[in-house]
């Protein structure tokens, strides 16, 4: 599985925007599930977008639809989370997640955290004034 690493989070205020990466520091992300997941204080680990990199197909939560990409950068090994009109309830620790069996399971990606083996260590973006 690969090992991933956040980065690019902080305070931004209200209508905002801010991106995230996530890279894979030992191999490629080809034909992997790539999951955004967060999780705000006090409330359980939600999904907010995926990414099916054999498709090119995205899910997306409600919560981030209209506001939330994603982007892949082949020759980067990583992608990134674009988030925009950000809000004070956006404010959480934001995980990247990938998992190597989902598109062969499920042919999607899918927005439950249990399912991914693979995670970074989470980066914190707060939404205020």
């Known amino acids: 599985q690969v090992q991933l690493v956040e980065s690019g989070g902080g305070v931004v205020q209200p209508g905002g925007s801010l991106k995230l990466s996530c890279t894979a520091t030992?191999?490629?992300?080809?034909?992997?599930?790539i999951g955004w997941f967060r999780q705000a204080p006090g409330k359980e680990r939600e999904g907010v977008l995926c990414?099916?990199?054999?498709?090119?197909?995205?899910f997306y939560a409600d919560s981030a639809r209209g506001r939330f990409t994603i982007d892949r950068d082949d020759a980067a090994n990583s992608v990134s989370l674009q988030m925009t009109s950000l809000k004070p309830e956006d404010t959480a620790v934001y995980y990247c997640?990938?998992?190597?069996?989902?598109?062969?399971?499920?042919?999607?990606?899918?927005?439950?955290?249990?399912?991914?083996?693979?995670w970074g260590q989470g980066t914190l973006v707060t939404v205020s004034s």
């Open positions: 997640a990938a998992d190597l069996k989902l598109i062969e399971l499920f042919k999607m990606c899918v927005l439950t955290a249990s399912l991914y083996d693979s």
């Open positions: 990414l099916n990199t054999v498709s090119g197909t995205t």
């Open positions: 030992n191999g490629s992300l080809d034909n992997y599930a």
